[in-house]
């Protein structure tokens, strides 16, 4: 299994709401990643996640809340999001090192009503 | 990391070669150079690295110029399935995976038939 899975591929939620992004992969990547893309930008690094523990928060609010209960598992909490939070949420894994680049999922589009 | 300058979008007909080049004068010594492209709302794809030598693969060619400063992508028989977005980017990969990889504006690229 050589893929990123990204669920859901679109999310409409309003800015009570609480959800969550998943993302998963099995091919024992250690580091995973979350980006948010905005339309015509390119990708913003999020979080970065080494061995199950958060390494690098890339000052994000608190309202989006990211979680790895294993190494195959990463997500990401969202609640009380504000229209412009609306994007492409893009999910990353690396091996160690990273030499061979990162593997990305398709991304879940979200749109905050 | 150091910081990539590329052109903001080129063409190129169906059949030929395209050439996306890639300006990253800052790069320091243990800095690689990755390519990636994003096709229309897709996660982006690994396509290409290098240090120093040439690179090429079952996708595309990575030429460095010898003082590093410079790197051009050759895609050699473009298809109208190349059109998306490429992003130059240089990074020290990290063993311990708490490297970030940062995007810059990427160039479009437009294959026409």
């Known amino acids: 299994d050589t893929e990123v899975t990204q669920t859901p591929k679109h999310l409409v939620m309003g800015m009570t709401n609480k959800k969550s992004l998943k993302c998963e992969q099995h091919?024992?990547?250690?580091?995973m990643y979350w980006y948010k893309q905005k339309a015509k930008k390119p990708p913003e690094l999020m979080f970065v996640y080494s061995y199950e523990k958060l390494s690098i928060n890339e000052s994000v609010p608190s309202r989006f809340s990211p979680e790895c209960p294993n190494s195959s598992l990463l997500n990401l909490h969202l609640h009380a999001l504000q229209p412009e939070d609306s994007a492409l949420y893009l999910c990353?894994?690396?091996?160690?090192?990273?030499?061979?680049?990162?593997?990305f999922g398709s991304g879940t589009r979200l749109t905050v009503v | 990391d150091a910081k990539t300058t590329q052109p903001t979008s080129m063409d190129c007909a169906e059949g030929r070669a395209a050439n996306l080049p890639c300006n990253h004068s800052?790069?320091?010594?243990?800095?690689?150079v990755y390519w990636y492209r994003q096709i229309h709302s897709q996660g982006p794809q690994y396509i290409i690295h290098g240090l120093k030598n040439n690179e090429t693969n079952e996708m595309a060619s990575l030429i460095i110029t010898e003082d590093r400063k410079s790197s051009t992508l050759i895609l050699p028989h473009a298809t109208l399935r190349d059109t998306a977005v490429y992003y130059c980017i240089v990074r020290v990969p990290s063993v311990y995976n708490t490297d970030k990889l940062i995007f810059g504006t990427g160039t479009r690229l437009q294959v026409f038939p």
């Open positions: 800052t790069i320091s010594g243990n800095e690689y």
């Open positions: 990353a894994s690396s091996s160690s090192g990273g030499y061979l680049g990162y593997t």
């Open positions: 091919m024992g990547h250690r580091a």
